[in-house]
């Protein structure tokens, strides 16, 4: 079974024995199923490309190529290859690109590429990507280091992998919805994160708009979300940041161009874009730059069986449903209240009845250190934001508040407490 590594640049001869050209590229027929057929030598003919098929080499194994490929037909008598569209060249569009490995929830780089002859005298197919630092050493020709047996982990077989670099004749993205879908949103961050911003683009355009969402959000930086963000034309930008978290959206709005972010909101639904907006402005070191408005509040005059029935409608729009706040018409806030208070409270109360005092509230230009000290003290898993006339504005959550603290490569890798 041979390695690409291990035939390229070999010297191509005709059925004399004649020097035909040294072999450049291999190329297989993208619709021939999972483990796709070799079906085209690239040839090099005295500095002119040419193109031959493969089918007429007798024998490309290691041990039978040491000097040179073996065409079963004379030099007068070869005929080009036609292309028909749907090859891919291993050695220029494949080898040294990066595949995503979403078994593996990896993006890994393409060391060499294995081929094998499933029936004798059959056609070649390429089988799998060897990723291992061994595959280097194999293609620069250091003998005796690559002998040993194949680490499994550093192996992928074809139909596993789905390469998503595009070279210059296109490789169509082979990523599914249906297999990314099922990865954790964290898995696909992290997929994304290794990847370059263009190649990134191109994996989000294959995800729905809350996948996408739900896979920026796991991002470890705000930097990396707008990188991906400013790939994308602003239609599906705008798809995507709807369906975020409030905050999360406006702190990727906050790092683009301000006519950029105007043409984003723009394109927003209406009720999302206004939510968004409101977050806007705030320094990212304050409690206004760490909170989001997406949380459950009710009428002093509700009772405990209608704030149960609000919860269950309201919750998943909201990001937080530990704690539900108590407002008054001009939302003001009035008082808080806990899960237990509402499961223990008989179902016709009124919650200002039972409703607990406020606590910890903070103004939008706290620092976070000093918010993060309030959850602390307090032992809050949200603190209430409000304005100089005790308006609610929004609460900032454990996990938003103490990111301040930890170095960036932690940020966001907090589990969500709150989801």
């Known amino acids: 079974m041979p390695f690409l590594s291990q035939i390229l640049g070999r010297q191509v001869k005709d059925a004399q024995g004649a020097i035909i050209g040294k072999l450049n590229e291999v190329m297989v027929d993208a619709d021939d199923g999972a483990f796709p057929r070799v079906v085209a030598f690239g040839i090099n003919q005295n500095g002119q490309a040419r193109v031959v098929a493969a ?168 930097e990396s979300q707008v990188a991906v963000i400013e790939h994308l034309d602003n239609e599906r930008a705008a798809d995507i940041l709807e369906e975020m978290a409030h905050d999360e959206a406006a702190d990727i709005l906050n790092e683009l161009p301000e006519e950029r972010a105007e043409e984003l909101l723009n394109l927003m639904d209406r009720d999302e874009a206004i939510a968004v907006r409101a977050l806007l402005g705030y320094e990212d070191d304050t409690a206004g730059g760490a909170m989001t408005n997406e949380f459950v509040s009710v009428s002093p005059t509700f009772t405990a069986a209608d704030t149960m029935k609000m919860i269950r409608e309201e919750a998943p729009e909201a990001e937080t449903i530990y704690y539900v706040y108590v407002l008054d018409d001009e939302r003001r806030l009035r008082g808080y209240l806990t899960l237990r208070d509402l499961i223990i409270a008989p179902p016709d109360q009124p919650v200002a009845a039972f409703m607990r005092e406020p606590l910890g509230d903070v103004p939008p230009d706290l620092s976070r250190e000093d918010v993060a000290a309030v959850l602390a003290k307090y032992n809050l898993l949200a603190v209430p934001v409000v304005d100089a006339d005790n308006r609610m504005l929004g609460i900032v959550t454990l996990d938003d508040a103490i990111e301040v603290v930890l170095p960036p490569q932690w940020k966001r890798r907090l589990p969500k407490v709150f989801a």
């Open 55 to 222: 089918n007429l080499a007798s024998d490309m194994e290691p041990h039978s190529i040491s000097k040179g490929i073996a065409l079963a037909t004379n030099l007068g008598q070869l005929l080009d290859y036609q292309l028909t569209g749907s090859e891919i060249e291993l050695n220029h569009s494949v080898l040294d690109r990066q595949i995503i490995d979403t078994n593996g929830r990896r993006v890994v780089r393409v060391n060499d590429l294995r081929l094998d002859r499933p029936q004798e005298q059959g056609d070649y197919r390429l089988v799998g990507a060897d990723v291992s630092a061994r595959a280097l050493l194999r293609r620069i020709g250091i003998p005796g280091l690559f002998s040993r047996e194949r680490d499994s982990s550093s192996y992928i077989p074809w139909e596993q992998v789905d390469p998503v670099s595009i070279g210059p004749e296109g490789i169509k993205l082979k990523v599914s919805r249906e297999k990314l879908s099922r990865l954790h949103p964290a898995d696909v961050a992290s997929i994304l994160s290794q990847l370059d911003e263009a190649t990134g683009s191109l994996l989000i355009s294959s995800l729905t708009d809350e996948d996408a969402a739900d896979a920026l959000e796991q991002f470890p930086t705000t």
